[in-house]
């Protein structure tokens, strides 16, 4: 089939490369005319496992870029709308990208041709798209939404392994065009010879929902206010956890067993971040708002996200006592690990204010630093490994869940660091681990853990020894056990 995908973003760049390699012949289409130099030279612009091979093996032949919309429609049997959608001041999503492409496909339109709407947007969007390219063509047409349901970092993986496939189509024959377009993967077929390899627990062949557009367009943005409610309520446990002394990993696992409630996207961390969660549920909460429903549960997911990076700052500071002038060593800038991506980064946020603070802030991101760079400047300095970032410092801060931060070397960190002390934001360890290595360990949720207390005078019966080799094992001032945090 012939495709066209207007947008070569995060989501529009992705599905063209996926689409290709499910045997259409793509046009991906974007006004960014040195996005498309780069892209026809070979660049891949953003961070994501298999595009660059994908990008690689498809360039020329079933994928191409254009900047000409209007080319790209005529030469296309469907075209996919995946342009932004950011979120306006009052956190409604700015639909005029949507609307601008929906004005362009009209101009384009020489017959029949499915357009489908890509990028997460508010119920009634179809409706408006359907609108436009009425009112700027006599030919015919159909919208149908499309929601992708793409995680960063294993966006790839996520588009050939989703749970389902959800069409939101108000007439049959555009939903036949969607139903061939999805074959490869609902039969089957794709997987016989699949470049990118089955998940564990993936869904083959996943199922294709069909609904109407409306029912689409809501999935999409209820899907990512559940998953973000989720997050949010295991946090807001963990702060309890914090308050009472008890363990929010064990609590997690005893919630989590439940297969009513399940343990997966259920971590405590520093709350969500990234592209989508924050916009969408903003969007979400106005969209609903306007059709008369306050949906004040969304009002608590986000106040308790945005709480998150407070009470992990406020953490810092009951470890630490004191920030002004205070050397720490920063893990993670990405808004998750697996990622380039810094928008919306918990990470960010914390490395901001404490820089606000006048901390010394070393940072090592292993993908993300030249986005982080051009948003800090030179108020941090920059290390090229965690042991780097870790010199000299009174505390090593671990901000994102990349693997590469779960198998620190402790003797290491203690050799380079002024003091022994790891404040987790993501609860990549075990504390006692931790405490055996000598390390003081602030958590999420969880009892600081300490090292073994030092002995603080000589024991009173002792084997004799050579005069003067007695000595009183003082702790380090540094390991004296700060307040809980
Ligand atoms: C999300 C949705 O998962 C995806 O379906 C949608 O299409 C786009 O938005 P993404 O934002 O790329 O994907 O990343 P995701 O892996 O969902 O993580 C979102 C945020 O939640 C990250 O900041 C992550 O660190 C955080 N998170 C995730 C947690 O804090 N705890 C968890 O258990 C899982």
């Not at 306050?294 to 009002?299: H, N, S």
């Not at 928008?343 to 901390?359: D, F, N, Q, W």
């Amino acid at each position: 089939m012939k495709v066209a995908i207007i947008g070569s973003g995060y989501v529009g760049l992705v599905a063209a490369a996926c689409f290709a390699e499910l045997g259409n012949d793509v046009i991906c289409v974007d006004n960014d005319a040195a996005k498309l130099a780069a892209l026809q030279a070979g660049c891949t612009p953003i961070h994501e496992q298999y595009l660059p091979e994908l990008l690689a093996r498809h360039r020329g032949t079933r994928l191409a870029f254009s900047a000409s919309v209007t080319d790209a429609v005529r030469a296309s049997a469907v075209v996919f709308i995946a342009v932004g959608t950011p979120p306006a001041e009052s956190g409604e999503a700015d639909l005029s990208y949507v609307e601008a492409v929906a004005h362009d496909i009209a101009q384009g339109l020489n017959g029949y041709k499915v357009i489908i709407e890509k990028s997460t947007v508010p119920v009634y969007t179809c409706e408006w798209i359907r609108r436009v390219i009425t009112m700027n063509t006599p030919q015919a047409f159909d919208v149908v939404s499309n929601p992708e349901f793409l995680r960063e970092g294993t966006a790839v993986r996520d588009f050939f392994y989703p749970d389902r496939i959800v069409v939101g189509a108000d007439s049959p024959r555009a939903a036949e065009v969607l139903r061939r377009l999805y074959a490869p993967l609902t039969s089957g077929a794709y997987y016989q010879a699949a470049m990118v390899a089955r998940p564990e627990g993936a869904r083959v062949p996943p199922p294709l929902v069909v609904t109407d557009s409306n029912s689409a367009e809501l999935i999409k943005h209820a899907s990512n206010a559940f998953l973000a409610m989720k997050i949010s309520f295991i946090n807001a446990v963990a702060n309890l956890c914090d308050a009472v002394g008890a363990d929010v990993q064990q609590v997690r696992e005893g919630i989590g067993l439940d297969l009513r409630i399940g343990r997966s996207f259920f971590n405590p961390g520093l709350g969500y971040g990234g592209s989508c969660f924050p916009k969408d549920l903003l969007a979400f909460r106005a969209v609903a708002r306007e059709s008369g429903y306050d949906f004040g549960l969304l009002t608590e997911v986000i106040k308790i996200n945005q709480e998150q990076r407070r009470l992990f700052i406020k953490k810092i500071r009951s470890a630490l006592w004191t920030l002004r002038g205070k050397r720490l060593g920063v893990l993670g800038l990405a808004f998750k690990g697996g990622t380039d991506d810094i928008r919306e980064s918990p990470a960010m946020e914390i490395v901001k204010a404490l820089v606000g603070e006048s901390c010394d802030v070393c940072v090592y991101d292993p993908a993300a630093t030249a986005n982080a760079r051009a948003c800090l400047g030179d108020s941090v300095r920059y290390a090229n490994t965690p042991y780097e970032a870790a010199t000299g410092a009174h505390a090593l801060l671990i901000l994102t869940d990349w693997d590469e931060f779960s198998g620190l070397d402790f003797a290491q960190l203690a050799a380079v660091m002024k003091h022994r002390l790891i404040i987790d934001g993501r609860n990549l360890y075990d504390p006692s681990t931790v405490a055996a290595s000598g390390f003081m360990y602030y958590s999420i949720g969880r009892p600081v853990a300490q090292p073994e207390p030092r002995l603080s005078t000589v024991p009173a019966a002792r084997p004799s020894t050579p005069q003067g080799a007695e000595h009183t094992a003082q702790a380090r001032p540094e390991e004296v056990s700060a307040p809980q945090g």
